[in-house]
């Protein structure tokens, strides 16, 4: 599934691209794949693209007059552009024609696995005030008291609290073991028996690898492409994540797999003990 720095490379490529376009026409091949009003200018017909904003692994074009479209990769879902009268590839549910400069072009939105949206609204209050008033602070901005307020009263595995996106929006499967191996924690630790010190780290760890993730395109494990449709290097510098089994980068251990919030989950036995940190 696409996480934040995945989503974040799209929105780059998007705003970069189409930010002051027009919007020539929208074609829908999928109708049930958008939530809301489906009519053209819903679907931004004769608008002006005006800006890309993300928040966790969301994200909404916002029109010149306010209008939005809000965008959820789900599993496999990608937004890309594509010269004019590109022939659709399968399961692209949406495309749209726009112009820019005097350039026509298109862009398409696909998703294979069907588990993605996109759901239009009449303005960006609404989309705060109902869909991401749902979400919590976005991983590159929430702070180590927040998450340490939120871990508290809470006995379940540390990384399922990490995969909860009321508590932080962005991080999925991947940057959570990787976090945790990187700040040497075990995934199925109680999130309430983490120190704040710890805490603090995680986030600083969240940040760091998150924004080596962006400067790599993401990780690319099955689809993922940025707005260009070009492939992301981030998986290349995985310590953990899918390494079941493989020694340890730092200690040479072999690496041990798990289940965790019904997620599979890698993680170093000797770099990361369960028993709780004296710090």
């Known amino acids: 599934m696409p996480e934040l720095p995945e989503v974040e490379t799209i ?15 929208a074609h829908v091949h999928r109708p049930e794949f958008i939530l809301g009003d489906q009519s053209p200018t819903s679907l931004f017909t004769g608008l002006t693209i005006a ?3 993300r928040h966790g692994k969301q994200f909404v074009m916002e029109s010149s007059c306010g209008r939005i479209m809000l965008f959820h990769m789900g599993m496999s879902g990608c937004v890309t552009i594509l010269p004019f009268q590109s022939k659709p590839a399968p399961h692209v549910h949406v495309r749209w024609t726009l112009t820019l400069n005097g350039k026509k072009f298109e862009m398409h939105h696909k ?20 869909a991401w008033s749902r979400l ?8 180590p008291d927040a998450l340490f307020q939120n871990v508290q009263n809470r006995r379940c595995a540390v990384k399922a609290v990490l995969l909860n996106q009321s508590v ?10 990787e976090s945790l191996f990187q700040s040497r924690i075990h995934p199925l630790r109680k999130a309430n028996s983490i120190s704040f010190s710890e805490i603090s780290n995680l986030v600083k760890q969240i940040r760091i690898i998150l924004k080596n993730s962006i400067r790599g ?11 260009l449709g070009k492939a992301g290097t981030f998986q290349q510098a995985h310590k953990v994540y899918g390494r079941a089994d493989e020694p340890c980068v730092v200690c040479g251990a072999l690496l041990k797999h798990v289940l965790c919030a019904q997620r599979s989950t890698v993680f ?10 004296k710090m």
Request: with cysteine.
């Open 268 to 277: 170093c036995p000797h770099c990361q003990p369960k028993r709780p940190s």
């Open 11 to 25: 929105c780059r490529g998007l705003a970069h691209y189409c930010v002051g376009a027009k919007v020539l026409s």
């Open 217 to 227: 395109g993401g990780s690319t494990i099955q689809n993922h492409a940025d707005a």
């Open 136 to 143: 919590g602070p976005d991983a590159l901005e929430i702070s």
């Open 168 to 177: 932080v929006a962005g991080v999925g499967n991947i940057y959570a073991d």
């Open 51 to 53: 800006r890309v904003i």
């Open 111 to 130: 998703d294979p696995r069907r588990f993605g949206w996109l759901h239009t609204h009449e303005n960006m209050q609404v989309v705060r005030e109902i």
